[in-house]
């Protein structure tokens, strides 16, 4: 089931593909800290993300999505995006805690907008909410 939370007060929709409970709260307190006024929304898995996508009236002006996700891999959530033609130019952004080359090569291949490493500490998260920022701006 997708959640969602006003982050903020009423807002374009940033979609969250993430499993881990963890990076789901860290990510929603840094969104709620940074001011933007969005609606977070948030689907645990691939095939959510799928389905929320497929059916919500209101598109995302990004996702931020996880790679290791259950049932349906943030690559395979990024493969049927690009293959939606009103989504195919939707920002992705692709977070992982394991980034590798191969992993940055495979995100540009399949068009991804962007490959980043999570956040570990509050700096990062400064970094992320600006270029969530940035998205929101255009």
Do not use: C
């Not at 291949?109 to 500490?121: E, H, I, M, N, R």
Request: proline share 7%; no cysteine; glycine share 8%.
């Amino acid at each position: 089931m997708i959640q969602g939370a006003n982050v903020n007060g009423r807002g374009p929709a940033l979609l969250l593909v993430e499993d881990d409970a963890d990076d789901q709260r860290i990510f929603q307190w840094a969104m709620r800290k940074s001011g933007l006024q969005i609606t977070l929304r948030l689907a645990p898995d691939g095939d959510q993300a799928i389905r929320f996508l497929a059916r919500s009236p209101q598109r995302p002006f990004l996702i931020v999505s996880d790679i290791h996700l259950p049932r349906k891999s943030g690559w395979e959530v990024l493969q049927w995006i690009r293959g939606q033609a009103d989504l195919a130019l939707l920002p992705v952004l692709m977070w992982t805690s394991l980034p590798t080359p191969e992993g940055a090569e495979r995100a540009h291949q399949l068009g991804a907008t962007s490959y980043l490493s999570k956040p570990t500490d509050p700096d990062g998260y400064r970094r992320l909410i600006g270029r969530i920022g940035a998205y929101l701006r255009d």
